[in-house]
């Protein structure tokens, strides 16, 4: 062999293994004279800019199959809310009316916000709180989503352990919730099926069984004078209560390979339960009343602020955004997976599912009209009342009614442990992807995570559970939700730029986001969230339930849970700033400065100190 070709081979040999050090695209390699032997040139590579993406981990875990992913949030995203609240708010603000609002936020705020998210965790492959390296100051944003997602766990696993109760008890010839002759039933119980049972001067005073049931034969309400008189927790739900946790602890403990199996079940179960409650349901008489009044179009109530203020909100709450759920998942993803296309999928399948569960409600809604003589209006209700009170006691009007409750209730339970999955899931892996002995022994971190939920969940299940339920269902979750998405986008698009983050998108895919999508993360939802907080804090309510109104005391307590997970975002960064060396501007630019171009303060090239950052889209 000459020499020359001995030189090619060896310089091949050496070369070839550095280009093939990362997958993602073609790199620059830089070759060196290391020294001449024999007549022999020997040759060292490296790479010139060695990738940005965080590739290089490895042994970090992905779904098993794409399917699983997606049915990991489709089930987060489609939750009991689809069907206790859409339906209902499409209802009461105009019908098919209430659709232009909705779509019109959803296009221009939330796929944004879910792509957004879905990208964030799939480039970063990190968590909530990890993904921060992006921008160190903000890292806060990612604590206070990690403690949103742990506070709803604390309420949200009470209400599956409440559809786990009542699918027990309707393992029964005759429903719980039929008849006013059972021990808890008090006098004001009117039974249902008796035929002018409601009549009198006293009909505003009369009880269904059903509701008396859930308040005093479930919860046990009457039992408690209000939040200052909890009493001790339930057997009954505290059992149902552990169920939810073991189930939730074998559905996690192996992290995405045993949650992305489970999924397989809890994701399309609600679907084919759904479909055989809307067969059941147009068949009733007075369906077709109910689903016109669904439907009915009344264009004027756009002129009411109220109407678009309820589709923003829904927006929000409805695709899951702002709980660090879908930066956990993504972040399992393959670095080169189609989150674009996973974003459009999944937010359709979502709208579309709460839209057409309007029909399963609305046919049940005008059958209970009907059968009552009421208006459409005194039976429709949203939040658990809708699930736990008015369908139980349509159910239990058909025939074989208690394989029906059966089938409704096993839909809850599905619908419901999927996205308690998914808030779980973002406490894990949020704080296992940041603190590494936690990573190490996640099976441990994950037992006690849902050991703490289930403690704190014991208040919920208590004579005056409901009351704190209620409370946080109305603090923890609320305008939190909306704050932290408004600063996760902020620091996406604004402090780590858009056009850095389109340049990230385009690593995984191949393909840059259109100005459509790079506007609306720079300007239009950046201007969404900031309208929807400021709304949330002008229209804001204390709580209530029934007549039942919350002291001052448990008000504050509320907002303190609010402003505790709000907190974590100045209080990080003020640590941050200071444990920061140099002056005051070497502090800000090593405090922005995304932790992969940290080597760039030191020679000055900060790109979020140049005006161009800040104005280019």
Known sequence: MSEGSCSVALMSSLVAPAKEANATGPKAVELVLVKEQNGVQLTNSTLLNPPQSPTETQDRETWSK????????????????????????????????????????????????????????????????????????????????????????????????????????SFTTELPWTHCNHTWNSPRCSDARAPNSSSGPNDTLRITPAAEYFERGVLHLHESRGIDDLGPPRWQLTSCLVLVIVLLYFSLWKGVKTSGKVVWITATMPYVVLFALLLRGVTLPGAVDGIRAYLSVDFHRLYEASVWIDAAIQICFSLGVGLGVLIAFSSYNKFTNNCYRDAIITTSVNSLTSFSSGFVVFSFLGYMAQKHSVPIGDVAKDGPGLIFIIYPEALATLPLPSVWAVVFFIMLLTLGIDSAMGGMESVITGLADEFQLLHRHRELFTLLIVLATFLLSLFCVTNGGIYVFTLLDHFAAGTSILFGVLMEVIGVAWFYGVWQFSDDIKQMT????????????????????????????????????????????????????????????????????????????????????????????????????TLRHWLVV
Request: some cysteine.
């Open 66 to 169: 794409k399917a699983d992913f997606l049915l990991s949030v489709i089930g987060f995203a489609v939750d009991l809310a689809n069907v206790w609240r859409f339906p209902y708010l499409c209802y009461k603000n105009g019908g098919g009316a209430f659709l232009v609002p909705y779509l019109f936020f959803m296009v221009v705020a939330g796929v944004p916000l879910f792509y957004m998210e879905l990208a964030l965790g799939q480039f970063n492959r990190e968590g909530a709180a990890g993904v921060w390296k992006i921008c160190p100051i903000l890292r806060g944003v990612g604590y206070t989503v990690i403690l949103i997602s742990l506070y709803i766990g604390f309420f949200y696993n009470v209400i599956i352990a409440w559809a786990l109760h009542y699918l027990f008890s």
């Open 510 to 609: 191949g393909r840059r986001p259109s100005l459509y999508w790079r506007l609306c993360w720079k300007f239009v939802s950046p201007c969404f969230l900031l309208f929807v907080v400021v709304v949330s804090f002008a229209t804001f309510r204390p709580p209530h339930y029934g007549a039942y109104v919350f002291p001052a005391w448990a008000n504050a307590l509320g907002w303190a849970i609010a402003a505790s997970s709000m907190c974590a975002v100045p209080i990080y960064a003020a640590y941050k700033f200071c444990s920061l060396p140099g002056s005051s501007r070497e502090k800000l630019a090593y405090a922005i400065t995304p932790e992969m171009e940290r080597e760039r303060v030191g020679s000055g090239e900060v790109r979020q100190f």
